[in-house]
């Protein structure tokens, strides 16, 4: 067997793994899960009347088509903190030394948790997003073209953002220290372009909102789904989300390659 069917057949061992960790443990993931979805609910139905005047003074309708790209991103961000949990939970349980020393192909434990977490966050967005639909979010102008676009960033910026979840799980001793250093992935969403316009922020601040990592995706997902101006913002999401994942990969390789202590 070639060195590549090696490494498909055990990352496909992995990834089921994961997968059935998940299945037998939903907790996490739901409660990860419910935290966009009841940001949505509470900026939608009780910030949305006002918050709608610095976007046009549209309604509430106008403002769930305004947020619900956001949260879909926000939503990546928050699920991917259980790749952290599990990385983190694995390598202090001892599995990730155990699978040091078995006749498998290195890389497929850290794909495993990878591709696992990206399914995982695809299929949280989607979720999230019936909840858009249901509560009145439409986008009746994106083309098929656009659409594929659109799912091909979300999947894009899932896979950046679970490399650095892993990351930061395989340097943290615990699992809760992992929980809260992949915090930021929930908290820099608040900090962008998800809820309120950068031209309604204070001077200082629309620079550091305007050009973190996820101002630009939300931007694109809007123009891609709503028809809105993209500009040079579908350059700056392809750019960051390259960034992040070969960050994410060479963090997490060089932690899994480091010799245990």
Known sequence: MSSLSLALRDSSTMLRRNLLHARRYPSLTLNLLMTPVMLLLLFVYIFGGAMSGGIGGGGRDEYIAYIVPGILLMTIGSTVVGAAVSVSTDMSEGIIARFRTMAIHRGSVLIGHVVGSVLQSIASVVLVGLVGVAIGFRSTDASVLEWLAAFGLIALYALALTWIAVGMGMA?????????????????????????????????????????????????????????????????????????????????????KRDPK
Do not use: V
């Open 172 to 256: 943290s001793p615990n699992a809760e220290a992992a929980s809260n250093s992949a915090m930021p992935l929930i908290l820099l969403p608040l900090i962008s372009s998800a809820f309120t316009p950068i031209d309604s922020m204070p001077g200082w601040f629309q620079p550091i909102a305007e050009y973190q990592p996820f101002t630009p995706a939300i931007e694109t997902l809007r123009g891609l789904l709503l028809g809105t101006e993209i500009g040079n913002n579908g350059w700056l999401a392809l750019g960051w989300s390259i960034a992040l994942i070969a960050l994410g990969y060479r963090w997490s390789t060089a932690q899994f």
